[in-house]
């Protein structure tokens, strides 16, 4: 069965990094644009990155250009998100997801497979 597994998430002081990682199984990944949400408390999940099944292309929320980096190793079948000058207010879970096709698309309902989710804390 498909399995998406995110790890990598943690608490961190603002102005810090992390680098989320999710790990796919039960799918041909190459043939999969990939994405991360997020989901704070009391709040809807919204759309971070998401980069194409060859990293040629990648799209990212508003809210974190310039700090965040989406990638991918198909060789692994992982995907990455580097965080950077994280704020209090990327306090969220974290979740990767996955869509069957060539290129990304920043709507949670385009997306077939998700993650469990993993946790990020940014205390200020």
């Known amino acids: 069965q498909v399995q998406l597994v995110e790890s990598g998430g943690g608490l961190v002081q603002a102005g810090g990094s992390l680098r989320l990682s999710c790990a796919a199984s039960?799918?041909?990944?190459?043939?999969?644009?990939m994405g991360w949400f997020r989901q704070a408390p009391g709040m809807q999940r919204e759309f971070v990155a998401a980069?194409?099944?060859?990293?040629?292309?990648?799209l990212y929320a508003d809210s974190v250009k310039g700090r965040f980096t989406i990638s991918r190793d198909n060789a692994k079948n992982t995907v990455y998100l580097q965080m950077n000058s994280l704020k209090p207010e990327d306090t969220a879970v974290y979740y990767c997801?996955?869509?069957?096709?060539?290129?990304?698309?920043?709507?949670?309902?385009?997306?077939?497979?998700w993650g469990q989710g993993t946790q990020v804390t940014v205390s200020s």
């Open positions: 997801a996955g869509r069957y096709g060539l290129e990304p698309s920043l709507h949670a309902n385009a997306y077939s497979y």
């Open positions: 039960g799918i041909t990944f190459s043939r999969y644009s």
């Open positions: 980069i194409s099944w060859s990293a040629g292309n990648s």
